[in-house]
T-cell receptor
Framework: GENVEQHPSTLSVQEGDSAVIKCTYSDSASNYFPWYKQELGKRPQLIIDIRSNVGEKKDQRIAVTLNKTAKHFSLHITETQPEDSAVYFCAALRNYKLSFGAGTTVTVRA | IAGITQAPTSQILAAGRRMTLRCTQDMRHNAMYWYRQDLGLGLRLIHYSNTAGTTGKGEVPDGYSVSRANTDDFPLTLASAVPSQTSVYFC????????????FGPGTRLTVL
């Protein structure tokens, strides 16, 4: 099956700075890469996704990049705000199944 | 019902007991999923169903079973609970396959003693 590794496991940033989370995947046939945000005690929610035929996608302060050759993808959050504090999960799709990374706890310091 | 719901919200269960976690969605999504979430391990897929009448095994299916008799409901059954099944369980659904946004339920916190 697919193996997704996510780094770092924790990230603390000053409000207004950028945050970057990186994920690698093992199966070159994976073709869909979503990112989910989970606030404390809440359910995961999709914030952005990218498909294997696209190299980069942006949505306001959030962007995702994909390098298929190296089999890694990254989430970039610019101008971080306190409401960005949460756990972020990357995932990769292979054969109808999503495999998730272990998560990154992001804390935005005021 | 709006979206996807799960019941119960939380449950404490004695080891060896049988337990069914319920999941219902009203979005007419074809695909449904069950995940367990454990600290440091992220979300792991237990079972999935691409359409009513079909099911498939995920990453960690042992000790769990599912059924998909209709589009809306996707119950998860623990035939004989063990302490290692203590976890938070999330049900999710998506329009077609997993290559579309998955909408998660609120979760069920299960403790097996």
């Amino acid at each position: 099956g697919e193996n997704v590794e996510q780094h770092p496991s924790t990230l603390s940033v000053q409000e207004g700075d950028s945050a970057v989370i990186k994920c690698t995947y093992s199966d070159s046939a994976s073709n869909y890469f979503p990112w989910y945000k989970q606030e404390l005690g809440k359910r995961p929610q999709l914030i952005i996704d990218i498909r294997s035929n696209v190299g980069e996608k942006k949505d306001q302060r959030i962007a995702v990049t994909l390098n298929k050759t190296a089999k890694h993808f990254s989430l970039h959050i610019t101008e971080t705000q306190p409401e960005d504090s949460a756990v972020y999960f990357c995932a990769a799709l292979r054969n109808y199944k999503l495999s998730f990374g272990a998560g990154t706890t992001v804390t935005v310091r005021a | 019902i709006a979206g996807i719901t799960q019941a119960p919200t939380s449950q404490i269960l004695a080891a060896g007991r049988r337990m069914t976690l319920r999941c219902t969605q009203d979005m007419r999504h074809n695909a449904m999923y069950w995940y367990r979430q454990d600290l440091g391990l992220g979300l792991r897929l237990i079972h999935y169903s691409n359409t009513a009448g079909t099911t498939g095994k995920g990453e960690v299916p042992d000790g769990y079973s599912v059924s998909r008799a209709n589009t809306d409901d996707f119950p998860l059954t623990l035939a004989s609970a063990v302490p290692s099944q203590t976890s938070v369980y999330f049900c999710a659904s998506s329009e077609q396959g997993a290559g579309n946004e998955q909408f998660f339920g609120p979760g069920t916190r299960l403790t097996v003693l």
